[in-house]
Nanobody, 130 residues
Framework: QVQLVDSGGGLAQAGGSLTLSCAAS????????VGWFRQTPGKERENVAA?????????YYLDSVKGRFTISRDNAKNLVYLQMNSLNPEDTAVYYC??????????????????????WGQGTQVTVSK
């Protein structure tokens, strides 16, 4: 059983930056694909970025964050990051780290839909002011 703990959210001004972190425990972290989702009231949760297991790793970014957000992982430390630059008020949301089990193989598997994710962090609020 994998546990995920999100951190790093807070208040930022438009044009500013924040880095979210997700600490994983309880499993062999390198076999898991990871992603960051966000949700605002009244809207469905959307996948912001995803990063597969294995090498070469596969990545996905939501169109609206391409060039501004970067997902990365440190398997030795069981950490996942989301570097967010050039923030705008539309990025305001609760951000969730999530992970899925890719199995024992090292073939990269990239999953995007929230239903494909097995484990979730508790969420961290990001608020971007004008």
């Amino acid at each position: 059983q994998v546990q995920l703990v999100d951190s790093g959210g807070g208040l930022a001004q438009a044009g500013g930056s924040l880095t979210l972190s997700c600490a994983a425990s309880g499993g062999t972290f390198s076999r898991y694909g990871v992603g960051w989702f966000r949700q605002t009231p009244g809207k469905e949760r959307e996948n912001v970025a995803a990063l597969s297991n294995g090498k070469p790793s596969l990545t996905y970014y939501l169109d609206s964050v391409k060039g501004r957000f970067t997902i990365s992982r440190d398997n030795a430390k069981n950490l996942v990051y989301l570097q967010m630059n050039s923030l705008n008020p539309e990025d305001t949301a609760v951000y969730y780290c999530a992970a899925y089990d890719s199995g024992l193989g090292m073939r990269p598997i990239l999953r995007l839909h929230e239903d494909d994710y097995d484990y979730w962090g508790q969420g961290t609020q990001v608020t971007v002011s004008k």
